[in-house]
């Protein structure tokens, strides 16, 4: 067997969760490529070589995919899918852009978001908002896969893979890049985080957000997201939601505050290892998931845990 | 312009679904079914660009069993203006589903297909890229802003890092994120309006597709059961439950 994984990176650096999907790979078992495809990527190339497990890097390199854009990725891992049994990326936005496209253009099915690996044909994914857990089999000769990342642990680096350079498809030209805003932040990555400051509807207020729970995480130096109620609300950007639709998250404290528990922001966070829930609602569902539950005002609860913490 | 909009029936999205005993599915039986959430965003979106005077017809599309065509209906009570309904009872799986779609864009020629990003029983986020490939089309996954003009589709997406803006030649496939818009409760009158517009049944034999299933769902468990914890009284407790008990201070 040989798989093949599409790196996530920014040219400069691998994204942290290339990593856990190459240990999805490594349970499915066999040869290991990874695909970097980008614009002036040698260092995420070097960076691919030295994942543990990994045995070749393909690096193309040419400017149509700065971008990263899902019609030429594609195309790309399509013209090199000859040979490969397993083709995979992580659940991430760049992955669920991209390989439902490969997996069209190869006539075979997708299986999605897979949190454990039963055998070289059959994997473990969530449905329903993560209610149900369904064991699927492929019939297809290729499989192609997206991997949740919080269910796999990262794997190391210190290996010396070779790295082959691959010709590049021609440009489709049927999308460009306009541009992007992307929320500077110093904080830890949310889906990497090891702790995580959480906020819902209950802040009341965007300004309330970052006044209460930004010392908080500084202190813990957590990652900062958000219910959807709190996304819509406008208190913070998009890319703080956790949820079945947002991020999904395991660190290894994650702390709620002012949110509910809706169902969809559970299926988001449920697997993280140590939960505390700060709501002023004793009825609130999130209580029925969180280890500590703490049923107060959050204006007057969370300075003193921030002070608290010293 | 004619804009397609695919809408799929689901298990409402307030519904917490059970597992059936066998663990062979989850029991749908007796649960409210509603239009898939992100679907009913990409009807209003579609229906905003008709009465914006960018678009001139919305199509709804529904593919499975025939009670599909309430969704249908609901769709057209938001202001699509006819539905088909590709009538089946076979399991489909979004490689199917973009396969049917892909027939009825040669047939219906739209110059857009908006879908929503993900069903929220399967979950698979796959059918709006699917689609795009077998057609060849651009693709604008996540959507929370678009605008269509002069043959060109303009659309923020929402990415992991942020947002970033796409252009992309028309035709395009475009799917949508939660806050693109927020679609309109249908009004009564408009419901009894959409009773009346067409709504035509194909079946896949008819479009040429074979919808058989890769893959083989063997059996459904319940998650990992997550029991509540305790309840701590204040501050203090919760800082030495953390240092002392949990360790993750």
């Known amino acids: 067997m040989a798989i093949l994984v599409l790196a996530e990176h920014d040219n400069a650096s691998l994204k942290a969760a290339t990593l856990n999907t190459v240990a999805a790979a490594q349970k499915i078992g066999g040869d290991i490529h990874v695909l970097v495809a980008g614009n002036g990527c040698d260092a995420a190339c070097a960076a691919a070589a030295a994942l543990t497990g990994v045995s070749k890097v393909l690096c193309a ?11 030429n990725l594609a195309a790309l891992v399509v013209a090199h899918a000859a040979g490969y049994t397993h083709i995979l990326a992580p659940a991430t936005s760049l992955g669920k852009n991209v390989l439902p496209r490969v997996a069209a253009l ?160 559970l299926a988001g ?42 | 312009m004619k804009i397609l909009v695919p809408v799929k029936r689901v298990v409402d999205y307030n519904v917490k679904v059970r597992v059936k005993s066998d663990g062979t599915g989850v029991d749908i039986a007796n649960v409210k079914m509603s239009m898939n959430p992100f679907d009913e965003i990409a009807v209003e979106e579609a229906v905003r660009l008709k009465e914006a005077g960018v678009a001139t017809e919305v199509v709804a599309v529904s593919c499975g069993v025939a009670a599909c065509q309430e969704t249908l209906r609901a769709a057209m009570a938001i202001g699509a203006d006819r539905g088909i309904l590709v009538d089946t009872d076979a399991e489909l799986q979004p490689l199917a589903v973009a396969k049917l779609l892909k027939a009825l864009c040669e047939k219906e020629g739209p110059q857009a297909v908006i879908c929503g990003k993900q069903a929220i029983d399967d979950d698979a986020n796959q059918t709006g890229q699917m ?112 240092k002392n008990v949990a360790k993750v201070i």
């Open chain 2, 131 to 242: 689609l795009a490939a077998l057609m060849g089309w651009p693709q604008a996954t996540f959507a929370s802003k678009v605008a269509l003009a002069d043959g060109k589709a303009t659309v923020t997406r929402e990415i992991d890092g942020g947002l970033e803006t796409l252009e992309l030649s028309l035709p395009a496939v475009i799917t949508t994120d939660l806050r693109l818009n927020e679609p309109r409760y249908a009004t009564l009158p408009n419901i009894m309006k959409a009773k009346k517009k067409p709504l035509d049944t194909l079946t896949p034999d008819a479009l040429g597709v074979d919808v058989a299933p890769r893959l083989t769902t063997l059996s459904v468990a319940e998650p990992p059961k997550r029991s509540a914890g305790e309840r701590v009284a204040d501050v203090a407790q919760l800082m030495d439950k953390l």
């Open chain 1, 61 to 71: 390199a040419a400017p149509h995919y700065e971008a990263q854009l899902a019609e």
């Open chain 1, 106 to 265: 190869l006539d075979v099915a997708q299986i999605s978001d897979i949190v454990a690996v039963e055998a070289a044909d059959t994997f473990v994914r969530p449905i329903y908002a993560g209610n149900a857990m369904a064991k699927v089999k492929s019939a297809d000769a290729v499989k192609v896969i997206t991997v949740r990342t919080t269910a796999f642990e990262a794997v190391g680096s210190g290996g010396s893979a070779p790295v082959e350079a691959i010709a590049a498809a021609a440009d489709l030209g049927l999308s460009k890049l306009v541009g992007r805003e992307l929320t500077k932040s110093e904080r830890p990555e949310l889906g990497a985080a090891k702790v995580i400051v959480s906020g819902g509807r209950g802040l009341g207020s965007g300004e309330n957000y970052h006044a209460l729970l930004e010392p908080l995480a500084d202190k813990l130096g957590a990652a900062l997201g958000a219910s959807r109620a709190a996304v819509d609300a406008g208190y913070v950007p998009n890319d703080y939601q956790v949820g079945q639709t947002g991020k999904i998250v395991a660190p290894q404290l994650y702390i709620a505050v002012g949110i509910s528990g809706a169902i969809q922001h």
């Open chain 1, 269 to 310: 966070m449920k697997d993280s290892k140590v939960i505390v829930a700060i709501n002023k609602d004793p009825e609130a569902p999130i209580f029925q998931v969180a280890d500590y539950g703490l049923v107060a005002d959050l204006f007057q609860v969370v300075p003193e845990l921030t002070a608290a913490l010293g």
